[in-house]
């Protein structure tokens, strides 16, 4: 039996690779790798104005891969080109133009108007693989339309990570945020996430493996310490180049509207850089050059938890802040029950979540639900009184 067979999901005709689509009809930004990459096809580093943060987006560029939604009234398709890396605005002659290399990259998306305010901003908890809930709660706050594609126009839409692990489609998860990524993207809007600690052990389980590495705790290893924490091998069996390529790429933390967006409830972040661009690029690289012990002491720091609770949590939030900016954390990973301490019902009933948990002198929001307890996966619209 195939992971497939034991969890088939809804159709989701442009959820992954195991319907590969038709790449002239996607949208800008779209993930799919073809077999013949276009000229300045890959991660451009773009530079957002929010918080100073790195983000690395997947341009495509050339006239062939124009959504049919820009050409209203055109009364025909543009035909298919069958060599993408010649795509551009003039049709070929025998001038060639510049070096492929110097052509420029245009940014491909609607942008706003001078003097337009940005879209409305969501964030989202920890999803660790519930797919069918993630569709229904993006569903219910009108993030996306019935067949599961963005139906927010220019929001900005950010995931606090923690995408697999424990529940059952980890990787349809992915794959879905990745489309949603590139259909918000076309729409003017965006869908970003955030790495959390279960990206890193993800990603450790599939890179190293077995592989001994140094813990405090003794030898581990990052492919047993994922099976421990709910790693589901039918991920590992799907998990694909571009997923790993999307993964690595991740910020750890960025700052919109004046919230500081975190994946864990720890100062830890404050050990790999003193701004925002620091930390991303330091997480970055890490996961780019190092090696196994020092990707284990990264995902051990970012498994920290708690530190904004009790008499030390506003100190602890105020030290992010005055590093970082912002006036509010807002995190995943520790689930709400666990913060508030309502885990334990005597009749054994699923804990009560009624929403975000506003804590730490409401310095801090804690958006994880706990789905994987029987809570609820949260998507909250910012901010939060
Ligand atoms: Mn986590």
Aim: glycine share 12%; net charge negative.
């Amino acid at each position: 039996m195939t992971p497939e067979d034991r969890f088939p999901g809804p159709e989701q005709p442009h959820s992954g690779p195991r319907h590969q689509p038709d790449l002239d009809v996607l949208p800008y930004g779209s993930y799919y790798e073809p077999a013949e990459p276009p000229a300045g096809y890959g991660y451009d580093e773009t530079h957002s104005g929010f918080g100073g943060a790195h983000y690395l987006e997947q341009h495509w560029p050339g006239a062939t891969h124009q959504p049919v939604a820009a050409h209203p009234g055109d009364g025909h398709d543009e035909p298919a080109s069958a060599v993408p890396a010649a795509a551009h605005e003039d049709p070929p002659t025998i001038e060639l133009g510049p070096p492929l290399a110097e052509q420029q990259v245009h940014f491909p998306y609607p942008q706003p108007e001078p003097g337009e305010a940005p879209g409305p901003l969501y964030v989202i908890g920890d999803v660790h693989g519930y797919l069918d809930e993630l569709r229904t709660a993006l569903q219910q706050h009108g993030l996306i339309d019935a067949e599961g594609h963005w139906s927010a126009g220019r929001s900005r839409v950010w995931f606090l990570g923690d995408f697999t692990d424990r529940g059952p489609d980890g990787i349809g998860v992915i794959d879905l945020v990745m489309q949603l990524a590139a259909e918000a993207a076309a729409a003017g809007g965006y869908c970003r996430a955030l790495m959390g600690n279960h990206e890193l052990l993800f990603l450790g389980a599939s890179r190293y493996g077995d592989e001994p590495v140094q813990s405090t705790a003794g030898t581990a290893s990052f492919l047993a310490a994922w099976r421990l924490n709910g790693g589901q091998q039918h991920d590992l069996d799907r998990l694909e180049p571009h997923h790993v390529s999307w993964l690595s790429r991740l910020p750890a933390m960025a700052l919109e509207d004046g919230h500081l967006l975190l994946h864990s409830d720890t100062t830890a972040y404050l050990e790999y850089g003193e701004s925002i661009a620091a930390v991303n690029d330091a997480v970055h690289d890490l996961l780019a050059d190092e090696g196994a012990d020092e990707w284990w002491d990264c995902f051990r720091r970012f498994t920290k938890r708690f530190a904004f609770r009790g008499d030390s949590g506003p100190a602890a939030v105020h030290e992010l802040l005055s590093a970082y900016g912002g006036y509010r954390v807002v995190h995943g990973h520790s689930p709400i029950p666990y913060l508030t301490g309502a885990v334990h019902n005597d009749d054994g009933a699923p804990p009560h979540v009624p929403g975000p948990y506003i804590y730490a002198e409401e310095l801090a929001i804690a958006m994880d639900g706990g789905v994987t307890m029987e809570g609820r996966l949260l998507v909250a619209r910012l901010p939060l009184n």
